[in-house]
């Protein structure tokens, strides 16, 4: 049963109309001359906490000073589960979202349907009971309220089977993740153009409360975090405290758009992080519906039947485009790891590019002179840059400072074994 919860009175600091005396004109006897303009000012605010049928718990915020701001606060999670119960889906909760359901694709078909009409009706269903200063005559003259987008948070949940499984510590998961909050992640993640004056703040923020941690990606007034949900579930959030960060209008019909780019950037962050997992080369995932794509260097025949070159772990032409999150071909890139000296012709960026698009790394962007990553690019690119920089270099490194001289001694007790063992056989140099 719908109800009021709760009523509660606090001074808040409202942005609100307020009157001043102009004076008159040149100092001639009048009438007085008042002008209005907005401020600041520390007035009274009214918070209406509700239960509702379809939205579960709720509040409404009511200013007592014109222009009356008001401010409507639901949960997307709540009003699932409501939805849940009245269609007789079984679940288990976890915190706010799902653990488990019996019924996985009936649910998100329920949780599909949450859109601007059911959050005007909310709306509109509580206004008609809580005392506000506009009543039927002003509603009918055309002065109320329209609802509009301040916050909007938009999240998707990974849990592990069985419950205390995590796959990889969460140390490690935070150190795979440091580097989202560089200007070329942030441009990835959520798929806008960074500029010279873009005031966002670079960095990767990690917040740790109690024993849960929380890595947090910033782009203006939005961000996208990642933190552990009850110790049991992934928990990727894109939070957007203004819509005009990502294109899109703050009026509350604009939602579904909205919905669907904060969903887009969960998905891109996702698919970057995949490739940082310690894929294998020649793993199924990479290689479903076509030849190996790498395998030792080995040439990729396309399913177009048009013959392309292989890449071999010596050399890196995806380094720059992961980096980048995309390729243009008018910047002096080296996809092929060539030295910045070396002369690269447009000619040769344009083979590159082709034979990076035919093994399906790429993708051109239908009239325009870029490219972007497909799924598999991401996961090769972040694969190469794991096997040459943190794996390759260390240990073609490992027989001279300043690698630890117990890796030196190791290794030279094995030289000397090896060289002892040819000697032996009467085996001479090469």
Known sequence: MSKVVAIGVAQEFQRVFCGYDRGRADGQPGPPRYGFEKADRRVSCYYFSVWDEQFGPGFIKLCSYFP??????????????????QHGIAFHELANGFAACEDPDRLQQVRDRLGPTQLQAFFDRWMAHIPTPLGATDQAGGYWWE????????????????????????????????????????????DRRIHSDTDTGFATRVVTRGVEV???????????????????????????????DLGVGRRLCHL?????????????????????????????????GRTAIWQGGMPHRSTTLRRSPGHGPGRRPMQHTYRRGRVHPSEPSRPGGRPAGH???????????????????????????????????????????KVHDPLLVPLLAADAPP????????????????????????????
């Open 214 to 244: 929380t890595v947090n990606c910033f782009y203006k007034h939005s961000r996208i975090k990642q933190y552990l949900k009850a110790g049991r579930a992934l928990r990727i959030e894109t939070v957007i405290n203004s819509p005009t």
């Open 403 to 430: 690698a630890p001289p117990q890796l030196r001694q190791a290794l030279g007790v094995i030289d000397r074994s090896v060289t002892d063992y040819a000697r032996q056989a009467r085996l001479e140099a090469a």
């Open 343 to 385: 002369p690269y012709s447009a000619a040769q960026m344009s083979y590159d590019l082709t034979r990076l698009r035919r093994k399906g790394l790429i993708q051109r962007l239908p009239a325009t002179n870029t490219y972007v990553l497909t799924a598999d690019g991401v996961r090769f690119a972040l694969f190469y840059t």
């Open 256 to 288: 579904d758009e909205l919905q669907a780019k904060a969903r887009a950037a969960n998905h891109r962050l996702l698919d970057t992080q995949a490739g940082r997992s310690g894929l294998r080369p020649c793993e199924p995932s990479l290689c479903a």
């Open 68 to 85: 009356w701001p008001a401010k409507v606060w639901v949960n997307g999670h709540q009003w699932a589960k409501q939805q849940a119960r």
């Open 147 to 190: 609802l509009s987008m301040r916050q909007i948070e938009v999240s998707r949940t990974w849990c592990w089977t069985p419950p205390g499984g995590r796959g990889r510590s969460l140390r490690r998961w935070v150190a795979d993740n440091l580097g989202i909050g560089r200007p070329d992640e942030v441009s990835l993640i959520f």
